[in-house]
């Protein structure tokens, strides 16, 4: 019998199956099957307000973990990604309020065309690299949205489209909970499909187009068609995250897809961390809690200097950039490396050394 009070010393596979697990010892299996537990449970003690919160972070940490495939997985910039959920957004509405399509066919499709439409804005990664690759997925970015606007008969231009929300029969996802629901149910389908893609041979050579594409290609990784599946694959999610916000918000209008919602989108995998699934979740609740946290302290100091509320919308960019640029000093890899120095910390602790 095992006594609880002894540590267990080293850590033993004896099958494939263990060694390729995705979390291989018991205490991590453990961990994340409680922190799913805390998050299936979390409507319920919640009230709307941190429910919608939370369903939001969600929807767009769908989006910065496709930005993550691309950028931080296989080293291609994108600053487009504002444009490439327009597309996501724009599809799903368009095919359900003027196609009649439901949203459980709508949702696939969109993900399926913006995949097309950034893989076609990424045949130029090739030839292009670092800013001048950076430089032509913002062509993208104006080119899209230049249609949305203009286009006035499909996308309603500047007015927008209205949305109604997912219904399944009779049911309609119209409350906050049933929508947190439906979020993490993507957010989880996302995040295990894109912790095995790395494991897999397709993701093993995107990581090395990454690390240094002349000695990938001398090795036979045919760069061309592995830098297109990472813009389409990348895109795919960004179209899915797009579409499942438009449903959400029930608006869908150019000015939520400008270039303002790129850079907070590169500011998520920045500060969450480059190359890590959880970090691009990590970043994207951190991004959508900022401004809340700031607003509320703002409010509590309000109350004994009663102009600073005020000025807080004007210094509120300059926070968000001061924070970006603290981070990228002092904590390049982001709050997934922070999250691992702690952990490390502590698995030894009190005999650090």
């Given at each position: 019998?095992?006594?609880?009070?002894?540590?267990?010393?080293?850590?033993?596979?004896?099958?494939?199956?263990?060694?390729?697990?995705?979390?291989?010892?018991?205490?991590?299996?453990?961990?994340?099957?409680?922190?799913?537990?805390?998050?299936?449970?979390?409507?319920?003690?919640?009230?709307?307000?941190?429910?919608?919160?939370?369903?939001?972070?969600?929807?767009?940490?769908?989006?910065?973990?496709?930005?993550?495939?691309?950028?931080?997985?296989?080293?291609?910039?994108?600053?487009?990604?504002?444009?490439?959920?327009?597309?996501?957004?724009?599809?799903?509405?368009?095919?359900?309020?003027?196609?009649?399509?439901?949203?459980?066919?709508?949702?696939?499709?969109?993900?399926?065309?913006?995949?097309?439409?950034?893989?076609?804005?990424?045949?130029?990664?090739?030839?292009?690299?670092?800013?001048?690759?950076?430089?032509?997925?913002?062509?993208?970015?104006?080119?899209?949205?230049?249609?949305?606007?203009?286009?006035?008969?499909?996308?309603?231009?500047?007015?927008?489209?209205?949305?109604?929300?997912?219904?399944?029969?009779?049911?309609?996802?119209?409350?906050?909970?049933?929508?947190?629901?439906?979020?993490?149910?993507?957010?989880?389908?996302?995040?295990?499909?894109?912790?095995?893609?790395?494991?897999?041979?397709?993701?093993?050579?995107?990581?090395?187009?990454?690390?240094?594409?002349?000695?990938?290609?001398?090795?036979?990784?045919?760069?061309?068609?592995?830098?297109?599946?990472?813009?389409?694959?990348?895109?795919?999610?960004?179209?899915?995250?797009?579409?499942?916000?438009?449903?959400?918000?029930?608006?869908?209008?150019?000015?939520?897809?400008?270039?303002?919602?790129?850079?907070?989108?590169?500011?998520?995998?920045?500060?969450?961390?480059?190359?890590?699934?959880?970090?691009?979740?990590?970043?994207?609740?951190?991004?959508?809690?900022?401004?809340?946290?700031?607003?509320?302290?703002?409010?509590?100091?309000?109350?004994?200097?009663?102009?600073?509320?005020?000025v807080f919308a004007g210094f509120r960019e300059i926070i968000f950039g001061a924070i970006?640029?603290?981070?990228?000093?002092?904590?390049?890899?982001?709050?997934?490396?922070?999250?691992?120095?702690?952990?490390?910390?502590?698995?030894?602790?009190?005999?650090?050394?």
């Amino acid at each position: 019998m095992k006594n609880p009070f002894v540590m267990g010393c080293g850590e033993f596979r004896i099958s494939y199956r263990q060694d390729m697990a995705i979390y291989k010892i018991p205490r991590v299996r453990s961990r994340v099957i409680i922190i799913l537990t805390l998050f299936l449970i979390y409507p319920i003690l919640a009230s709307p307000y941190y429910i919608s919160l939370a369903t939001i972070a969600g929807i767009a940490a769908i989006g910065a973990i496709g930005l993550n495939i691309l950028t931080g997985f296989t080293g291609q910039i994108s600053i487009g990604v504002g444009a490439f959920l327009g597309v996501g957004g724009y599809t799903s509405a368009i095919l359900t309020t003027k196609l009649g399509f439901p949203f459980w066919v709508a949702l696939p499709i969109s993900g399926i065309i913006t995949a097309g439409v950034g893989a076609l804005f990424g045949i130029p990664s090739l030839r292009l690299k670092g800013l001048y690759l950076a430089m032509a997925t913002l062509a993208a970015q104006v080119i899209i949205i230049f249609i949305i606007n203009r286009w006035d008969s499909l996308t309603g231009g500047t007015a927008g489209l209205v949305v109604q929300r997912p219904t399944i029969g009779n049911f309609s996802f119209d409350s906050e909970i049933s929508y947190y629901y439906l979020m993490f149910v993507f957010l989880f389908i996302t995040t295990l499909f894109t912790m095995n893609l790395f494991r897999s041979r397709v993701g093993r050579a995107l990581v090395a187009v990454r690390d240094r594409d002349l000695a990938a290609e001398v090795m036979g990784i045919d760069l061309f068609k592995y830098k297109i599946i990472a813009f389409a694959v990348s895109s795919f999610f960004v179209g899915i995250s797009g579409s499942l916000m438009g449903h959400y918000t029930l608006v869908i209008s150019p000015e939520y897809y400008g270039i303002g919602i790129s850079i907070e989108y590169l500011a998520m995998i920045l500060i969450g961390g480059l190359g890590s699934v959880m970090g691009s979740i990590y970043g994207a609740v951190f991004i959508t809690l900022l401004p809340v946290i700031l607003r509320e302290l703002m409010n509590l100091l309000g109350a004994f200097f009663p102009d600073l509320t005020a000025v807080f919308a004007g210094f509120r960019e300059i926070i968000f950039g001061a924070i970006i640029i603290l981070f990228l000093v002092y904590e390049p890899e982001g709050i997934a490396k922070m999250w691992r120095n702690l952990k490390d910390y502590f698995k030894i602790w009190p005999f650090s050394y």
